[in-house]
């Protein structure tokens, strides 16, 4: 069982910065590979970036390739989403996941464990 709480998010003028951050229980954490999704209002959740459980392999959603970086401290059993650039497009509820799959999957259906969701708004 893997718990995740998300922190970081906020209100941001666009061409600004957010970390986020998504601490997980447990002490397999890093047998995990992360997952950052989000969901903005209306529309379906969608995948944003992943990380494999060493770090060694990471994927993005091409919207966020070049902004964002995914990034996890195994010791701390912490994930981190460093959003740079931030667009008003950007503006959703942000979720971490983790799933047990050694690939780095895209799809949330094969991520087993959710965080309940940060919100980050950026305004034009």
């Known amino acids: 069982q893997v718990q995740l709480v998300e922190s970081g998010g906020g209100l941001v003028q666009a061409g600004n910065s957010l970390r986020l951050s998504c601490a997980a229980s447990g002490r397999t954490f890093s047998s995990y590979a992360m997952g950052w999704f989000r969901q903005a209002p209306g529309k379906e959740r969608e995948f944003v970036a992943a990380i494999s459980w060493s770090g060694g392999s990471t994927r993005y959603a091409d919207s966020v390739k070049g902004r964002f970086t995914i990034s996890r401290d195994n010791a701390k059993n912490t994930v981190y989403l460093q959003m740079n650039s931030l667009k008003p497009e950007d503006t959703a509820v942000y979720y971490c996941?983790?799933?047990?799959?050694?690939?780095?999957?895209?799809?949330?259906?094969?991520?087993?464990?959710w965080g309940q969701g940060t919100q980050v708004i950026v305004s034009s």
């Open positions: 996941a983790a799933t047990p799959i050694m690939i780095v999957p895209t799809n949330p259906y094969e991520y087993n464990y």
